[in-house]
Nanobody
Framework: QVQLVESGGGLVQPGGSLNLSCVAS????????MGWYRQAPGQQRELVAA???????NYADSVKGRFTISRDNAKNSVYLQMTSLKPEDTAVYLC????RGQGTQVTVSS
């Protein structure tokens, strides 16, 4: 079973910065795309930023230029650097990852 554990949240003043981390732990898995979502009270969950295993990134328009997503494949980790924070950034931030098994060999041969 793979677990995702987020850390780094807290209280910050407008204009401040926070760095979030998420690490995936478990065994016998590979990770594809990783991302950060957020959900504010009474609002739908929204994608904040995503990053593929190759490093291609995607951001919500509301955070472009302020947030930076990165990952460390060797550590099965994804990070979100948040700067110039605004009151509207207040939410629960959740990490997500495309988890894949390592696969099993199938060989068809006579």
């Amino acid at each position: 079973q793979v677990q995702l554990v987020e850390s780094g949240g807290g209280l910050v003043q407008p204009g401040g910065s926070l760095n979030l981390s998420c690490v995936a732990s478990g065994s016998n898995f590979n990770i594809g795309a990783m991302g950060w979502y957020r959900q504010a009270p009474g609002q739908q969950r929204e994608l904040v930023a995503a990053i593929t295993s190759a490093g291609t990134t995607n951001y919500a328009d509301s955070v472009k230029g302020r947030f930076t997503i990165s990952r460390d494949n060797a550590k099965n980790s994804v990070y979100l650097q948040m700067t110039s924070l605004k009151p509207e950034d207040t939410a629960v931030y959740l990490c997500n990852a495309a988890i894949r098994g390592q696969g099993t060999q199938v060989t068809v041969s006579s």
